[in-house]
């Protein structure tokens, strides 16, 4: 099982990013799924979840901002993220759980800087 994310990147106040997630391995519909950031010298911590049945759910400070999304024909899943501000910055990985079962990518580096 590998979780592989993409699309970070050094961006401005304002601008937008989209993360992708791709899965090699899993049943990927089977799985819940969702996007954790930890940011220099702070713990991981959930920013966006989605079911296998496509529910979504923010963390406060991103609603309105990010969407997360999934297409299980591709194994994927994405975050969009707009209008990122300082407070974004981190590194951003996937998560995977079914039951007892977890499994988490490498990560890919987001950072919001003028």
């Known amino acids: 099982v590998e979780l592989v994310e993409s699309g970070g990147g050094l961006v401005q106040p304002g601008d937008s990013l989209r993360l992708s997630c791709e899965d090699s391995?899993?049943?990927?519909?089977?799985?819940?799924l969702a996007w954790y950031r930890e940011a220099p010298g702070e713990e991981r911590t959930l920013v966006a979840s989605i079911s296998m049945s496509h529910n979504t759910a923010y963390t406060e400070s991103v609603k309105g901002r990010f969407t997360i999304s999934r297409d299980n024909r591709k194994s994927t899943m994405y975050l969009q993220m707009d209008h990122l501000t300082s407070a974004d910055t981190g590194m951003y990985y996937c998560?995977?759980?079914?039951?007892?079962?977890?499994?988490w990518g490498q990560g890919t580096q987001v950072t919001v800087s003028s």
């Open positions: 391995g899993l049943t990927f519909s089977a799985y819940n």
């Open positions: 998560h995977a759980q079914r039951g007892s079962r977890e499994f």
